[in-house]
């Protein structure tokens, strides 16, 4: 119920913007390194104001893979400040972050940040959250209609979730578990046709 409230505000709150904005220039994108990840993606980035846009992008994956579970959607808006201009150079951006997942089995051995992603390699955890960042970022311009760009951001993603013994298993060992995750909440290489 709540995630089906946080994905229809901030849809609404998006196709809002861009009704009520004389956009010059569009621009729509996939970040190749969710790609990598087999998690199809796509983002639109809209033109606002000098300086100003903003963009709204989405992966999904819903595959298991030989017993890996790396299952979610999540939307991220974000409105960017261009030091230069819109669609080239350096740009600064905040972010919102709000979707679901099912992950487990997977192999991770470390611990960052308070978070400790071992602990899927064992568990499933499926859940959900929402959170906000910041990043920075820049976009060179390949062409008269390509660009690519690179992301990074860091913020704090707010998670509640349930966990279970194993991938699989069906026994629920903790129920509406609250996790802060702070560290990175945003990397991207994207490629970007712009109209």
Not at 33 to 57: I, K
Not at 155 to 161: E, I, K, L
């Amino acid at each position: 119920m709540k995630t089906n409230i946080i994905r229809s505000t901030l849809l609404a709150s998006f196709v809002g913007l861009a009704l009520a904005s004389p956009a010059q220039t569009i621009g729509v994108k996939t970040n190749l390194l969710y790609d990598a990840t087999l998690s199809p993606n796509l983002g639109v980035e809209m033109s606002v104001a000098p300086h100003w846009s903003v963009e709204l992008s989405g992966n999904f994956n819903d595959w298991a893979i030989r017993g890996h579970q790396w299952k979610h959607w999540f939307v991220q808006p974000e409105a960017r400040y261009w030091l230069c201009e819109n669609f080239g150079g350096h740009f600064f951006a905040a972010h919102a972050v709000a979707g679901e997942f099912n992950v487990g089995n997977l192999p991770h051995g470390f611990e960052f940040l308070g978070t400790n992603f071992a602990a899927l390699t064992n568990r499933r955890y499926q859940g959900w959250g929402a959170g906000l960042g910041i990043g920075y970022g820049y976009t060179w311009m390949l062409g008269r209609h390509w660009n690519l760009e690179a992301e990074i951001g860091l913020g704090w993603v707010y998670t509640r979730y349930d966990s279970y013994p194993c991938a699989k298993c069906g026994s629920r060992i903790d129920n509406n578990r609250v996790h802060n995750y702070v560290g990175p909440t945003k990397a991207a290489i994207n490629l970007v046709y712009v109209f």
